[in-house]
Structure formats: C-alpha cells, structure tokens
C-alpha cells in the first residue's frame, strides 16, 4: 500500500512532454546553443527560404523558433508594408530560447516572440501566410497534434516549410538519436507526406536541401563518428517539407 502510494507520488512529480522540452532546450540556451544553431542551420534555411516566395506584407510564423535568427531573417523580408502588416511570430517552448530572441530583436518593429508549445499554439485560427519551422518538428511530442494546430493557425492557402534534419532516409542523422536527452520521431520522407495528407493539407511535397557549407578538416565532431559521416550527411541533406492549407477558414475557437 505504501509502495503505491510512493509510486503514484513519484509518477505526479514526473515532467510532462513538453515540460520535459523546455527544461532541456532551456539547458541549451544557456549553454549558447541557441546562438550556435544559426551556423547549422542557415545554409539550409537561406535555401528553403528562397522557396518561400517571401512577400512584403506577409504575416509569416517561425514555430520552434529558438534564439530568433531566422525570424529576424523573415521579418526583414515581408517588412515595410503597411503597419499591421509584414509581422512575423516566433514561438518556442523554451523561455530562455526567446528571452535570448527578444533581447537580440530590439531593432525590429515587426517582430513578436511567444513561449509555447506546438501542440497548442498560442494564437488565433486563419493568422499566418507562411510558416517555417527549422529543426524542430521532430521533437514535438504528438507530431499529429501539432499539425492540426499548423492547419489551424494557417491562412486559407497558407503556405508550410518544415526542415528536419533528422529523418530514416538520411542515415547519418541517426547517429544524434542516443546522444539527444529528449524522445524524437524519427520517419521517413514518405511517411511525413502520408501524414501531412491524412490532416488535410494539399499539394504536399517534399525535397532534400543539402548544406554546402565547407566542412573545416580540422572540425571536431561530436555528433557524428566521423568527419566523412558529418559530410555524408550535409551532402544528402535536410528534408524539407511543403504543403498548403486549402482555401478554407477554420471556425473560431469555442
Ligand atoms: C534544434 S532547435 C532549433 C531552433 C531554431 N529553429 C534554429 O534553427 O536555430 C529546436 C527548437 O524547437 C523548440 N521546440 C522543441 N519542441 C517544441 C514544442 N513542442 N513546441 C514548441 N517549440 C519546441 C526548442 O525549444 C528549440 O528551440
């Protein structure tokens, strides 16, 4: 009896999913991760953004934003409209993530950031012309959950850019999956486009972006076994994810 009672007490106290999330992405803020990330990321993020077909006056989210850099990239390129116009979102569930985004966006008239999670986006329904999301849809807890909230938080003919890195078909990404101190989904190109199908959304498609940024022979990796196997992965590439919200609005909340 006491012994359940222990066991019940302890399974309380245990973190949810996305408690589990901010806690570790809070680490990796503090630990100037956030910062770090923009040199991972941007070859690959240049590129998808190319493939936005960026407009000034677009209202754009970055969901998983981190540290900010590429909201700041984004709210660059759909700024100057009218006011009101031209806004791009950040939101992340670490609160050190965009406590560091804000304090590094001060210049930026068109920029938000907010904490929260994918699986409840903390804005209204209809919003968002564009959406990218870079490096962090494989850590959403219900992947399912989090697409919905896209679709909802999307404009009628909104558009979606998801990159990933870590996915089945580029093997080397596996090697991270030991080494990560949170759960991830790990799919294969062809089972996210089934599932972004399956929730709605249309003209879904999907291709690999190869990092082309030089990889220095003096690198010291500790994601991958090898320097060859970091090149073997940058050169397969990320995943990126496209699809569009159909020409419809999603009723309001309640
Ligand atoms: C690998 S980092 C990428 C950050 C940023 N996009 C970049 O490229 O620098 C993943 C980000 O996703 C955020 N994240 C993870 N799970 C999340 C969730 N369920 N909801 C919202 N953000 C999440 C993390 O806090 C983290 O900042």
Redesign the pocket.
């Known amino acids: 009896m006491t012994d359940d009672i222990l066991e019940i007490m302890t399974a309380d106290k245990l973190p949810s999913p996305?408690e589990r999330?901010q806690q570790e992405?809070n680490r990796w803020a503090d630990a100037g991760e956030?910062e770090k990330?923009?040199r991972h990321?941007l070859d690959i993020t240049e590129k998808t953004m190319r493939l936005m077909d960026l407009r000034a006056g677009e209202r754009v989210l970055d969901m998983?934003?981190?540290?900010g850099?590429?909201t700041r990239m984004l709210a660059r390129m759909v700024g100057g409209a009218r006011p009101g116009f031209g806004q791009v979102v950040g939101?992340?569930?670490?609160d050190e993530?965009v406590r560091q985004a804000r304090a590094s966006s001060k210049d930026f008239k068109n920029v938000r950031f907010e904490v929260?999670?994918?699986?409840q986006i903390p804005w209204e329904g209809n919003s968002f012309d564009k959406v990218l999301s870079?490096?962090?849809f494989y850590?959403?807890?219900d992947q399912e959950r989090a697409l919905a909230e896209l679709f909802r938080v999307m404009a009628p003919r909104g558009r979606l850019f998801v990159l990933i890195n870590l996915y089945k078909d580029n093997p080397y990404s596996l090697q991270w999956v030991p080494k990560l101190k949170v759960p991830v989904h790990v799919r294969s190109a062809a089972e996210y486009v089934e599932l972004l199908k399956a929730h709605g959304f249309e003209n879904v498609e999907y291709k690999l972006i190869p990092d082309d940024t030089p990889t220095p022979e003096n690198y010291q990796t500790t994601s991958f076994h090898s320097l060859d196997d970091l090149k073997a992965f940058k050169k397969i590439g990320a995943l990126l994810l496209m699809a569009s919200k159909p020409d419809l609005r999603n009723p309001a909340r309640g």
């Open positions: 996305d999330l992405f956030g990330m923009e990321h998983g934003c981190g540290s850099w590429a939101i992340d569930i670490s993530m929260g999670s994918a699986a870079v490096e962090s850590y959403y807890p």
